[in-house]
């Protein structure tokens, strides 16, 4: 069975510091696919990467980069100079390679960032 | 292009009711799946549907069941609506097996 485990539960920085969100997870698949979802207060959950278990390369996009370690099944998010903007919940997610693509979420984490 | 939407935003019913909850997938999108998110927790996968025909299901009763339109638009009923039942219903569309992209939700409160 899959499992996403965020052992942060609520964190506050104030605007400008740096932050990272732990993603730890369980498959017995050797092929699935890591992703993280952001969820603003309207509840839309907003798209930010999909890693496939192939690809141990770190990513950077603007703001944001995501360290994957195989060795720990580990997926951590930073968010570098926080922003007001990113205040959010964020879900760490697994994706199986089987016959459905069904996404198992962790419990998320609260963001908070304060001017 | 369109994103997914969902309708209605926000629904009240009474325990014992059913509830049809709908969605449009995102222009060319062939699977849609629905997940249920409780207050304070991740989403949880209920149900997802490829080409009009269940494609995996996760540990939800029969009272909860779908549907997929030839147009990929999809539906998901509840039966016997019970006070637990209340959270904020999730449609996600997707080629098949590539990033899902979400809809902004149904909030159901049962009463």
């Known amino acids: 069975a899959q499992k996403v485990t965020q052992a942060q539960t609520e964190i506050s920085v104030v605007e400008k510091e740096d932050v990272t969100l732990d993603c730890v997870y369980e498959t017995r698949d050797t092929t699935y696919y890591l992703f993280w979802y952001k969820q603003p207060p309207s509840g839309e959950l907003v798209f930010l990467i999909r890693r496939n278990s192939f690809d141990e390369q770190n990513e950077i996009s603007g703001r944001y980069s995501w360290n994957f370690q195989k060795s720990t099944s580990s997926f951590n998010f930073t968010i570098t100079a926080s922003q007001v903007v990113d205040s959010a919940v964020y879900f760490c997610?697994?994706?199986?390679?089987?016959?459905?693509?069904?996404?198992?979420f962790g419990k998320g984490i609260t963001l908070s960032v304060r001017p | 292009e369109t994103g997914v939407t969902q309708s209605p935003t926000h629904l009240i019913k009474t325990r014992g009711q059913q509830v049809t909850l709908r969605c449009s997938s995102q222009s060319g999108h062939n699977t849609v799946s629905w997940y249920q998110q409780a207050l304070g927790q991740g989403p949880q996968f209920i149900f997802q549907y490829y080409r009009e025909e269940e494609n995996g299901r996760g540990n939800f009763p029969p009272r909860f069941s779908g549907l997929q339109f030839p147009n990929y638009s999809s539906e998901l009923n509840v039966n016997a609506l019970e006070l637990d039942d209340s959270a904020l219903y999730l449609c996600?569309?997707?080629?098949?097996?590539?990033?899902?992209?979400f809809g902004q939700g149904t909030r159901l409160t049962v009463v």
């Open positions: 996600a569309s997707s080629l098949r097996r590539t990033e899902a992209f």
């Open positions: 997610a697994l994706s199986e390679t089987g016959a459905n693509s069904k996404l198992t």
